[in-house]
């Protein structure tokens, strides 16, 4: 049974940075595309980035230029870079295969506000 644990979030003044982990239990993560999700209040879930094991990354235009994907198939980790942080950012933050399975970790949350 795969498990996501992300950590990493918190709150944050308009502009600042987070860097968010999810270590990933229970599968082959070195072969999975990974991806990073956000769900707002209100809102439907999105895909906010992906990483393949190999090859180009890929952004929501909302967040491109100023979050980046990246993952240490060593540790079973992926991670998100999140710079110049703005309100609309404020969600919970979720980990899951780029195709997700049905089984979701329980995120962090991420609140930008002054």
């Known amino acids: 049974q795969v498990q996501f644990v992300e950590s990493g979030g918190g709150l944050v003044q308009p502009g600042g940075s987070l860097r968010l982990s999810c270590a990933v239990s229970g599968s082959i993560f070195s072969i999975d595309a990974m991806g990073w999700y956000r769900q707002a209040p209100g809102k439907q879930r999105e895909l906010v980035a992906s990483?393949?094991?190999?090859?180009?990354?890929y952004y929501v235009d909302s967040v491109k230029g100023r979050f980046t994907i990246s993952r240490d198939n060593a540790k079973n980790t992926v991670y998100l870079q999140m710079n110049s942080l703005k309100s609309e950012d404020t969600a919970v933050y979720f980990c899951n295969y780029r195709t997700p399975s049905a089984t979701w970790g329980r995120g962090t949350q991420v609140t930008v506000s002054s």
């Open positions: 990483i393949p094991t190999y090859g180009s990354t």
